[in-house]
């Protein structure tokens, strides 16, 4: 069974740095894209950026570019997101989801409040 | 940047038809994803590559795409199936994603 689960969201003050973590299991983790989307309270979801198998490209949405770096450990099945300058309009439950043609599994989420 | 447009809300009677649409320029080269999520939930995959069905979702939910419209249809709404729904595709490039704005369905 396909799990993905996230974890590091917390409360964290405007211009401050947290990482996120997505630990897979169920499948060849080093096979696929990955990628972390966030919805903001009340609002849609949004693409932040993805990464593919080998961490050889990279591709963020352009509100995040040069403050959040996606980065992935095969051998240890897990997706990071490291986020750097952060903003109030950064608060959000922030999703890793596996990025397949076949359409995507997700995880339940961490939530990231950024506030003072 | 590239956007997906859905509308924000469709209501539907129990037994009725919904239909919910999302445009997108790229959507003759990219294929399109629609979940369906609920309050507090993660979302959950309900179409793939424009009309594909997942094991386990309801045969009455359906897909179809035409020109740079993809539709998400919901034969005999049930209560259940209220939900926000959001379609998910990429740019011309396929490397970005991107999600249209979601459409509350309301089961009246």
């Known amino acids: 069974e396909v799990q993905l689960v996230e974890s590091g969201g917390g409360l964290v003050q405007p211009g401050g740095s947290l990482r996120l973590s997505c630990a897979a299991s169920g499948f060849t983790f080093s096979s696929y894209w990955m990628s972390w989307v966030r919805q903001a309270p009340g609002k849609g979801l949004e693409w932040v950026a993805n990464?593919?198998?080998?961490?050889?490209?990279?591709y963020y949405v352009d509100s995040v570019k040069g403050r959040f770096t996606i980065s992935r450990d095969n051998a240890k099945n897990s997706l990071y997101l490291q986020m750097n300058s952060l903003r109030a309009e950064d608060t959000a439950v922030y999703y890793c989801?596996?990025?397949?043609?076949?359409?995507?599994?997700w995880g339940q989420g961490t939530l990231v409040t950024v506030s003072s | 940047s590239y956007e997906l447009t859905q509308p924000p809300s469709v209501s539907v009677s129990p037994g009725q038809t919904a239909r919910i649409t999302c445009s997108g320029d790229a959507l003759p080269k990219q294929y399109a994803y629609w979940y369906q999520q609920k309050p507090g939930q993660a979302p959950v995959l309900v179409i793939y590559?424009?009309?594909e069905r997942p094991s386990g979702i309801p045969e009455r939910f359906s897909g179809s795409s035409s020109g740079t419209t993809v539709t998400l249809t919901i034969s005999g709404v049930q209560a259940e199936d209220e939900a926000d729904y959001y379609c998910?595709?990429?740019?011309?490039?396929?490397?970005?994603?991107?999600f249209g704005g979601g459409t509350k369905l309301t089961v009246l």
């Open positions: 998910q595709s990429a740019d011309s490039s396929g490397t970005l994603r991107v």
């Open positions: 590559k424009d009309s």
């Open positions: 990464i593919k198998q080998d961490g050889s490209e990279k």
């Open positions: 989801a596996r990025d397949d043609s076949s359409g995507w599994y």
